[in-house]
């Protein structure tokens, strides 16, 4: 009863410190090329041309081509806007030029004659009659008046000629950025690939199905993947229960579905600490996780070739 009752225990002991998980996942490439529908002006974006998938696509070659005729015809408008605020621009930079000279002619001949009336003011009253003396200070008054007066226009017609040029320099500054953020648009509208290897599709967040040519698609979307032949990994996702326990450097037994007669061995190479919902898995949520080999396959690997895992994990001691 006691020998019963320790094997037990024992048997107890080991199934709650460890116990066998097994995962799914595919080969990919660590040099890998993640294509994302881009932000456009509106909503949702078309996909125009997608090269085939599967096929081994050249660095430097297309693979995805986003419709951005919209874009390109908001650019030709702010283009051809522009060409006319700037054209305003210099219009209105000669114009308030013309009228900041106006203004200081004006102040000038004022001070002249502010000076001519000082001089007739300055006659002594015992060589003119008091008559004439008293229009003199009066002429001297006005002239001093109208020179003030004409130093306020001038003071005016500065402030006017920064405040109208910095506002038509406001215009075309909005008109340029936007022109700016069009071309950064377009250009990430035609995407080449930065790597040699073949073309994957994407999955379709919500149907489950392929995106294809012709499909309008949301920005931040993955569209296609671009991976390398070389640098192999395995991309798993881990269920969030069965996260708990498994870390960095934990062993894995490797099994290709093509090869199923040979077993390899790698680690896991990465966890992610952020969990992601999976709408065509269920509700739960899933940690992304990559598998590096201990050694090369003897085998012909290529990219997105299905595999299974069996992990050794820490179980939960509460359990």
Known sequence: MIKLLLIVLLIYTQFTHAKSL???GQVSSSAKQVVNAPQGSRWQI????????GKIVEKGKPVVVFDGANEQAQ????????DRLLLEFEQLKVQQSQNVIDAQGRLKVSKMRV???KIEASVPIE??????????????QRAMLENVKAQEALQRAMQE???????KEVNILQVQEEITYLNDVLSKLNVVSQVTGPVTYAMHPWFGTKVSAGMNVRPSWKVVDVQSTENFQIETW??????VGLNER???????????EKQFTGFISSISKQSERKPLWGKSAYFPAIIKFDDKPDINLLPGMSVRLLLEKEANNNV
């Open 22 to 24: 097994v995962l799914t």
């Open 46 to 53: 078309q996909i125009q041309w997608m090269e085939e998938e």
């Open 75 to 82: 650019l030709t408008q702010n283009q051809e806007n522009l």
């Open 115 to 117: 000076e001519q009336a």
């Open 127 to 140: 060589q003119v009659a008091a008559y004439d003396k008293g229009q003199y200070e009066l002429a001297l």
């Open 161 to 167: 000629q920064s405040a109208e040029l910095t506002k």
């Open 238 to 243: 881990v269920h969030e229960i069965d996260a």
């Open 250 to 260: 934990s062993k894995v037994n490797i099994t290709f579905d093509a090869y199923p």
